[in-house]
């Protein structure tokens, strides 16, 4: 699928989910222009929480934001059906375990709903509402957060779409991994202005181990996690379909082609390229 004939510093871009924005790439400067001007912000609330949905492809997808404040880990789950448990998973990724954390929303009971189930479901100690009118810092976040969360599920999709060279339709469920690969990679390698990324401001340590990321929709093989459901196929060829957290360590492919036993449920697994290299 992807060409990756571009040269190595475009392909490290790419496996980074597109950040930092990059006025070099044109998937990057179109996702820009689709989406409005974000502003910056300066205060920070310690363990503030800021939620908001987001409206992506017209009205098409529906996705859940979810922004740590202090430390700019951001979060998204596409809504639809029961997703509580989506929602306990991705707030555990950006940091919520055992955390008191000041929830800033607006009224919306649908959104509060979810969250308050997701809440429930995470490791979180606590929370406590607060009405995002009154919260300056967290309403700015949330609302850049929203816009930059936007731009880079523009940009991965643009890329895809090129690499394929075919439009993407909106019903797909591939855009429900897109829309995780986007906040995943943001956390792992977005460096803000301070020059340290998310994850990094999470662990309070900069450096480290980077996780092991590619291009959206990349293909290279995968090691099952479960073995029996693949008998025969040490690897299997995957499309790439994101990291499974932020933090790495696993990822989600989807088979490549069909076999006797007929397209199974997604693999985890670690990826073990042919073309792509990773970052
Ligand atoms: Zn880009």
Partial sequence: MPELGDGRLRLEHECRGHWPYDRGCDDCVQSRERTPARRGHKHETPHSLAVAFLSAAGKHWKVLVLLMVHTGMAGTVVCGGDKERDVASVLNEIGVGGLSVEVATDNEAALKSLVERGLAASSARGYHWRNISEARPQAKGIERAVCIMKEGIYANWLALERHCNARIALESPLLGYLVGHVHK????????????????????KRGGQAPRSYPFGA???????????????????????????????????????????????????????????PV
């Avoid at 990679?185 to 309070?204: D, F, H, I, M, V």
């Avoid at 073995?227 to 990291?243: A, E, I, Y």
């Avoid at 957290?245 to 990826?271: N, Q």
């Fill in 219 to 277: 293909v290279g093989f995968l090691k099952p996690i479960h073995p029996s459901k693949w008998p025969g196929q040490r690897l299997v060829l995957c499309h790439f379909l994101g990291m499974r957290y932020s933090t790495g360590g696993s990822c989600l492919g989807y088979p490549f082609s069909v076999d006797a036993e007929g397209y199974r449920e997604v693999i985890k697994g670690h990826f073990q390229t042919e073309g792509a290299s």
């Fill in 185 to 204: 990679t943001y956390n792992a390698y977005c460096e803000g202005k301070a020059g340290s990324t998310p994850l990094e401001r999470l662990r309070e």
